[in-house]
């Protein structure tokens, strides 16, 4: 079992940064991806980015450009770097693991990030 706890979210103006982490409880290196996604009241839950063990990184494409998903692995750590936060950024962001590509995902407990215009 692996244990994901997300920091860094909280309250911007638009065009400002914010760095979520994700530390996991255990080793991250065995993980297949990693990643987060990101959810609003009414909506599902959805993609923004994730990285996978071989390094490679996918993004949604309304943060392309803006995010950045790294990994250390000697921290356990995965980090979302935002910048030019936008208010449609706001939402709860949650991190996500999974060992294969088809196991279920571990999940975060969730962090609040809002943006004002």
């Known amino acids: 079992q692996v244990q994901l706890v997300e920091s860094g979210g909280g309250a911007v103006q638009a065009g400002g940064s914010l760095r979520l982490s994700c530390a996991a409880s255990g080793s991250i290196f065995s993980m297949n991806a990693m990643g987060w996604y990101r959810q609003t009241p009414g909506k599902q839950r959805e993609l923004v980015a994730r990285?996978?063990?071989?390094?490679?990184?996918n993004y949604a494409e309304s943060v392309k450009g803006r995010f950045t998903i790294s990994r250390d692995n000697a921290k356990n750590t995965v980090y979302l770097q935002m910048n030019s936060l936008k208010p449609e950024d706001t939402a709860v962001y949650y991190c996500?693991?999974?060992?294969?590509?088809?196991?279920?995902?571990?999940w975060g407990q969730g962090t609040q990030v809002t943006v004002s215009s």
């Open positions: 996500y693991a999974r060992r294969t590509p088809y196991s279920g995902p571990y």
């Open positions: 990285i996978l063990s071989s390094g490679s990184t």
